[in-house]
């Protein structure tokens, strides 16, 4: 009989601790399946963040760092100077990124470093139990929020791809999302170039991907598909910022 | 005194700074200290205050520098991570004396280590976990009303010496629910803070708040003048309970949530008639040193429980100087020592010193 | 008299506000209360705990590890908890939800099928003030009266509707 669909050779055979309906477990594979289309499993490191994500080292097959909060493109520009042959990737969430990390991403960016990042915008602090991200929509109600973030006391939301796409140093700049079939083979299509521009060595490459976290938002994991259709994309336009003409 | 409510010990904590006055709180999320924020994110604005949360940690303590600095009765709180990160900016504040609260809900580590309760950054925060010769007052409550209290206090101590304070707990004290009897109206320091920068109004010479000398002459100086204010201190703030210790031949040493197993041992202690002592330091620094020679002077030996490899050990050695041994007994990792466990170990020693 | 508490089982069944609301009650009858709440890493769609003290002394240390009653509202927190109940004591599971008998002999046990009664009663998700019923009556820890007042004030207004229905399973729990 063929196979006609089975689990990639880079995610590791376990199971996920992600809650029911939460899409991190969903990019993971699409992380996976590129490792594999590209072969590349033996000559990839990834760092990890702190996020929900904290120990996806125990989910990919290939060779991983935990970093500290926010550092994860410091700890990956260590890794790519000791191995610049090597494919490099660090996959963070907002409150990571966009945080406390954001000196950092902003500065592998700008150094051009050939590494890749996977972001994961869902809006919220997972790990921590529903906090305001500084990706937190106007309005949305957090658990440092509880009145909706206000513009005039908690400013606006980070758009980070749009940030991003300003600096030379950044070749592949992207946002997806997952919220259905369509979205799902696009945000795979992104990720693997953003791989290859890094193979290439174009320079930085980042996928920004609309993710859910249905337990922090408070619905059921159908709505949160929808409320990132309807709330998020509004905000967060899906598209390539920088790099769609890279050829790889 | 108000009626008894029954509330988290994060909560205890916000509920405390807004009483004792706290206009301006500043904090990132981590666990398991995240409902301070929480409570402070809800309350505050109620009251007329504010709420920040920051971008970090290194963030939320330089706000508290400009906040304090600017006059205000301001805290912020965090856990044993996010504590490392602010160790710059508590550093240059102990410099440029500024008053504040801040609060350690104290994980087990090191590195990212796990989310249970530790005692594991007791060095870091009695020793100076930041750069140069600096202290701040820490206090570890035990219980929740105690929490409640030296959470005011701390706020009176930072304002009248213009010193850091620092309320350590763990993770239980943090979570646990126990009832609490706040009072009608707080005895509250007040002080005009000449030397905060509001503005001059045109009216006086301008305040600087600073934490740079660059003369020797003038830092040494500056120096002394610190060493002072921490010798006053010294003599005058040091909180300590003392529990069975008349008479006691073993005298067990713990602070926050494990005296109080130590409590329930000194207990079951007492059902076979050995008489088991404790020193409970509510200031860790400073140090009550004195209750330690005291009981040097009749105890066997000393025992320091703690949830760490061994740090308040150290200063309980210091204090003893000899007289006689101190034992250690620690558990790190999140894990906490049973009862059993730490009396097995007090019949243990008792046995080695023929008793 | 001293109670120490355990009640265990999945996240979401009600596990740790049960116990606040018993505590909260210890409270309104002058008692000295404690509340632990489990808080580790298995909290994200795991198991839940918490320890409960009721006591004329003070309370010193809010940890369990003996307890005089255990309520378990699934098998791997009877399995957990089954060894560390002080013999004499008492351990109450739900047995809608619990796979096996439990194997001490000098405890009391009480398998009641709370979740299949509860949800008889008309609301499933009042298996845990069921079981609390029984704990209730066995220990004579707080009064149920005293219950009904730690509901009124923990229960945010919209939910004060179900009160009585709450109050009428606990009292079927009591006489179970
Ligand atoms: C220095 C430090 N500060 C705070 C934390 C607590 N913390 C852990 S994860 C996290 C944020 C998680 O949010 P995000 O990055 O958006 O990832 P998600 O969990 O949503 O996937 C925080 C603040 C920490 N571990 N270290
Ligand atoms: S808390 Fe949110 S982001 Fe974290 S695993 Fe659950 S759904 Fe996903």
Redesign the interface.
């Known amino acids: 009989m063929a196979v006609v669909f089975d689990r990639p050779h880079a995610l590791v055979d376990v199971s996920m601790?992600y809650?029911?309906g939460c899409t991190h477990g969903i990019v993971h594979r699409l992380v996976a399946e590129v490792i594999d289309e590209l072969n590349i499993e033996g000559t990839t490191i990834g760092v990890s963040p702190?996020g929900c994500a904290?120990n996806n080292y125990l989910y990919f097959n290939c060779d991983m760092q935990?970093a500290?909060?926010?550092r994860a493109p410091a700890v990956a520009t260590g890794v790519k100077r000791v191995h610049p042959d090597k494919v490099v990737f660090t996959y963070q969430g907002d409150?990571d990124l966009a945080?406390?990390g954001?000196a950092e991403i902003v500065h592998a960016a700008a150094r051009g470093e050939k590494i890749t990042t996977v972001f994961i915008n869902n809006a919220i602090?997972g790990?921590?139990?529903g906090?305001?991200a500084?990706t937190t929509l106007v309005g949305q109600v957090t658990?440092?929020?509880?009145?909706g973030r206000k513009p005039e006391i908690?400013g606006y939301p980070i758009r980070v791809c749009e940030m991003l796409s300003t600096l030379t140093g950044a070749a592949f700049v992207e946002r997806v999302s997952v919220h259905d079939i369509k979205n799902i083979r696009n945000a795979k299509k992104a990720i693997k170039k953003a791989f290859q521009v890094q193979q290439k060595g174009y320079g930085f490459s980042i996928v920004e991907v609309l993710s859910t976290c249905p337990t922090n938002w408070g619905i059921n994991p159908v709505d949160a598909m929808k409320w990132v259709q309807d709330k998020m994309i509004p905000y967060y336009p899906l598209g390539n910022f920088k790099g769609a003409d890279l050829e790889v | 005194m108000g009626k008894k409510v029954l509330m988290k010990g994060n909560e205890v904590i916000a509920e405390a700074a807004i009483r004792a006055g706290c206009t301006h709180y500043f904090g990132y999320p981590i666990t398991p200290q995240s409902d301070i924020a929480h409570y402070m994110a809800k309350q505050l604005p109620l009251v007329g205050g504010t709420f920040v949360q920051a971008e970090s940690e290194v963030a939320a303590i330089n706000m508290l520098y400009g906040a304090s600095g600017a006059g205000a009765r301001c805290m912020t709180s965090s856990s044993s991570p996010g504590i490392s990160l602010k160790q710059e900016g508590i550093s240059y504040m102990a410099c440029a004396e500024l008053p504040a609260v801040i609060v350690n809900i104290v994980r087990c580590g090191p590195g990212l280590g796990g989310i249970l309760p530790a005692q594991g950054d007791y060095f870091q925060a009695v020793k100076g976990g930041g750069h140069g010769d600096y202290k701040m007052v820490v206090l570890a409550p035990a219980n929740l009303q105690e929490l409640y209290e030296l959470t005011v206090e701390a706020f009176n101590i930072a304002d009248k010496y213009r010193t850091l304070v620092m309320i350590m707990g763990d993770g239980n004290l943090g979570q646990m629910m126990e009832p609490v009897q706040f009072k009608d109206q707080e005895d509250i320091y007040k002080d005009e803070k000449a030397w905060a920068t509001v503005g001059t109004g045109m009216k006086r010479k301008h305040n600087t708040i600073t934490s740079i000398y660059i003369e020797p002459e003038v830092l040494e100086a500056h120096n002394n003048k610190l060493q002072k204010k921490y010798a006053l201190i010294a003599e005058k703030e040091v909180r300590v309970e003392e529990f069975n210790t008349e008479n006691a031949d073993i005298i067990v040493t713990a602070y926050g949530t494990v005296a109080r197993i130590v409590k329930n041992v000194i207990k079951l202690a007492k059902k076979d008639n050995i008489n088991v002592g404790l020193i409970r330091p509510i200031t860790l620094w400073p140090f009550p040193s004195e209750a330690y020679v005291k009981c040097a002077e009749y105890a066997k030996a000393f025992l320091s429980v703690e949830l760490s490899a061994g740090q308040m050990v150290e200063d309980v050695r210091l204090a003893v100087n000899g007289k006689k041994p101190v034992y250690f007994h620690g558990r790190t990792g999140g894990m906490i020592p049973t009862e059993k466990e730490i009396y097995d170990k007090i019949k243990e020693i008792l046995e080695k010193l023929g008793g | 008299m001293e109670q120490k508490i355990i009640i265990a089982g999945f996240g979401g069944q009600g596990i740790l506000s049960a116990g606040r609301f018993l505590a909260y009650a210890g409270m309104l009858e002058d008692k000295n209360v404690s509340w632990l709440p489990s808080y580790g890493p298995e909290m994200r769609g795991g198991t839940a705990n918490c320890c409960i003290i009721i006591s004329d002394e003070q309370v010193g240390s809010p940890i369990v590890n003996d307890p005089t009653a255990l309520i378990a509202m699934n098998t791997p927190s009877l399995d957990k908890f089954e060894k560390i109940v002080r013999p004499g004591g008492v351990i109450i599971v739900d047995s809608s939800l619990v796979g096996r008998q439990v194997n001490r002999e000098d405890v009391v046990t009480y398998a009641i099928p709370a979740t299949e009664l509860a949800s008889e009663a008309g609301n499933a998700t009042f298996a845990n003030i069921f079981l609390l019923g029984k704990l209730i009556a066995h220990t004579n820890i707080i009064k149920p009266e005293s219950f009904e007042l730690s509901l009124k004030h923990g229960l945010r207004e919209k939910y004060h509707h179900l009160i009585p229905e709450e109050m009428k399973v606990l009292r079927r729990g009591m006489e179970y």
């Open positions: 601790h809650c029911p702190v904290y935990q500290a909060h926010g409150g945080a406390i954001t602090y790990m921590t139990s906090q305001m500084p658990t440092t929020s509880p009145y908690q």
